[in-house]
C-alpha cells in the first residue's frame, strides 16, 4: 500500500518570502513525482513533476527530489498571495511496458501567503 | 490545445439511483483516469482506461465501472448511489510523459 504524507499546515509564509513544503512517500519502487495546486472549489493544477534526484527549476518554482530518503519538497521563492492554495504531492510507479499505476496523492498541504 | 473537459459539472441524485459521468480528453491523449476527492479521504484513484481498455483499478467496489470509447471519451457509472458517493469526481488525461492534466470535475451530491 503506497502512502504519501504531508503536513496538512496550514503553512503560513509571508509575501515575498520562500515558501518550504515538504512530502514523504512509502514505496521505494515510485519513480515519477508530481506537485499539483488547487484553489478551494477548483481542480488541482499541474505545477511540477520530477523524475529524477536532484533539483529542478521552473520559475519561482523548484521540486526537489531524495529517492534515498523518500522525500520530495516544493520550494516556492518570491511567495505571492495568489499562491495561497492547497499543495499535493503525487507519486506514480511506472512500467517498463509503457503506462502507470494511478497517482498516489497526499492530503495536501494549506499554504497562505500573508501580505 | 483544448484542456480536459467533463460534463455534467454538477449533480444532485438520491440514495439507489445510478449516475453517468462523462469526459473528454485533451486531443491525442490516449489515457483517461478517474479520481475521487472527498474532504476525509483526498485524492483517491478509480480506474485508468487506454485505448478502450481498463488498465489499472483502484480500491473502489464494483458499483464503480467505467468505459472508453474509440475517441478515448471516457465515462464513469456509479450504480446504487450511497450518500458516501457524495464527492468531486475529476477526469485526468495523461500524456506519453506521464503528466496528468485534470478537468474541471464533476460534483455530486447523493441526497
Known amino acids: 500500500q503506497k502512502e504519501v504524507e504531508q503536513n496538512s499546515g496550514p503553512l503560513s509564509v509571508p509575501e515575498g518570502a520562500i515558501a518550504s513544503l515538504n512530502c514523504t512517500y512509502s514505496d521505494r519502487v515510485s519513480q515519477s513525482f508530481f506537485w499539483y495546486r488547487q484553489y478551494s472549489g477548483k481542480s488541482p493544477e499541474l505545477i511540477m513533476s520530477?523524475?529524477?534526484?536532484g533539483d529542478k527549476e521552473d520559475g519561482r518554482f523548484t521540486a526537489q527530489l531524495n529517492k534515498a530518503s523518500q522525500y520530495v519538497s516544493l520550494l516556492i521563492r518570491d511567495s505571492q498571495p495568489s499562491d495561497s492554495a492547497t499543495y499535493l504531492c503525487?507519486?506514480?510507479?511506472?512500467?517498463?511496458?509503457?503506462?502507470?499505476?494511478?497517482?498516489?496523492f497526499g492530503k495536501g498541504t494549506h499554504l497562505i501567503i500573508q501580505p | 490545445k483544448a484542456g480536459v473537459t467533463q460534463t455534467p459539472r454538477y449533480l444532485i441524485k438520491t440514495r439507489g439511483q445510478q449516475v453517468t459521468l462523462s469526459c473528454s480528453p485533451i486531443s491525442g491523449h490516449r489515457s483517461v483516469s478517474w479520481y475521487q476527492q472527498t474532504p476525509g479521504q483526498g485524492l483517491q484513484f478509480l480506474f485508468e482506461?487506454?485505448?478502450?481498455?481498463?488498465?489499472n483499478k483502484g480500491n473502489f467496489p464494483g458499483r464503480f465501472s467505467g468505459r472508453q470509447f474509440s475517441n478515448s471519451r471516457s465515462e464513469m457509472n456509479v450504480s446504487t448511489l450511497e450518500l458516501g458517493d457524495s464527492a468531486l469526481y475529476l477526469c485526468?488525461?495523461?500524456?506519453?510523459?506521464?503528466?496528468?492534466?485534470f478537468g474541471p470535475g464533476t460534483r455530486l451530491t447523493v441526497l
Open positions: 503525487a507519486v506514480v510507479i511506472m512500467y517498463s511496458g509503457g503506462g502507470a499505476d494511478g497517482l498516489t
Open positions: 485526468a488525461s495523461r500524456r506519453p510523459e506521464n503528466e496528468q492534466f
Open positions: 482506461y487506454f485505448s478502450e481498455t481498463q488498465r
Open positions: 520530477i523524475y529524477s534526484n
